[in-house]
Nanobody
Framework: QVQLVESGGGLVQAGGSLRLSCAAS??????MGWFRQAPGKEREFVAAISRGSGSTSYATSAKGRFTISRDNAKNTVYLQMNSLKPEDTAVYYC?????????????????WGQGTQVTVSS
């Protein structure tokens, strides 16, 4: 099993930045991802990264503004979010999967963190 703990959320003004962290313990996961869920909306994919190759995948809404990275030595994944918009407001979840495909489907991930709130004010 793997345990995931997110941190780094908070309140920021539009145009600002935040960096989320996800510390993993337990088994090593080939793929780590970030998802988010806004009130009244379904959970949506944000970004994913491969442990081995470092390959990344982004949702259209995240491209050019968000950067996912990982420190394998620390077993930690990061999500650097720049140029934040009010519509980025959501609970952000870290997720892990054993497979190496950078899936954007939440059902492909078998471990989830508790989430961290990100609020962007206008």
């Amino acid at each position: 099993q793997v345990q995931l703990v997110e941190s780094g959320g908070g309140l920021v003004q539009a145009g600002g930045s935040l960096r989320l962290s996800c510390a993993a313990s337990g088994r090593t996961s080939a793929t780590m991802g970030w998802f988010r869920q806004a009130p009244g909306k379904e959970r949506e994919f944000v970004a994913a990264i491969s442990r081995g190759s470092g390959s990344t995948s982004y949702a259209t809404s995240a491209k050019g503004r968000f950067t996912i990275s990982r420190d394998n030595a620390k077993n930690t994944v990061y999500l650097q979010m720049n140029s934040l918009k009010p519509e980025d407001t959501a609970v952000y979840y870290c997720a892990a999967r054993m497979g190496s495909i950078l899936s954007s489907s939440g059902s492909a991930y078998d471990a989830w963190g508790q989430g961290t709130q990100v609020t962007v004010s206008s």
